[in-house]
Nanobody, 124 residues
């Protein structure tokens, strides 16, 4: 069993930055890949970024590449999403998820465990 708790959301003006955190617990957490997804009102949940807990390899959606950075801190069992140059279209609820440790897994159904989400609002 894996438990995920997100934090760090909030409101920011366009061009600003936020850092999301995901605290993970569970005996087998290091065998998973960790992902960030987001869901805006009336839209489907979309992939943002993923990182392999074992290797540290990362993969990003084109819409956030160069602006967002996913990272992990093994000692803290934490995964982070540093978001820079935020745009109004980044406004969404952001979710942390744990899935199989395979490269480039981007579909929500591939992830088994989910956090409760944290709201990010970017104003113009």
């Amino acid at each position: 069993q894996v438990q995920l708790v997100e934090s760090g959301g909030g409101s920011v003006q366009a061009g600003g930055s936020l850092r999301l955190s995901c605290a993970a617990s569970g005996r087998t957490i290091y065998t998973y890949a960790m992902g960030w997804f987001r869901q805006a009102p009336g839209k489907e949940r979309e992939f943002v970024a993923t990182i392999s807990w074992s290797s540290g390899s990362t993969y990003y959606a084109d819409s956030v590449k160069g602006r967002f950075t996913i990272s992990r801190a093994n000692a803290k069992n934490a995964v982070y999403l540093q978001m820079n140059s935020l745009k109004p279209e980044d406004t969404a609820v952001y979710y942390c998820a744990a899935g199989p440790d395979r490269p480039h897994i981007t579909l929500p159904y591939e992830y088994r465990y989910w956090g409760q989400g944290t709201q990010v609002t970017v104003s113009s």
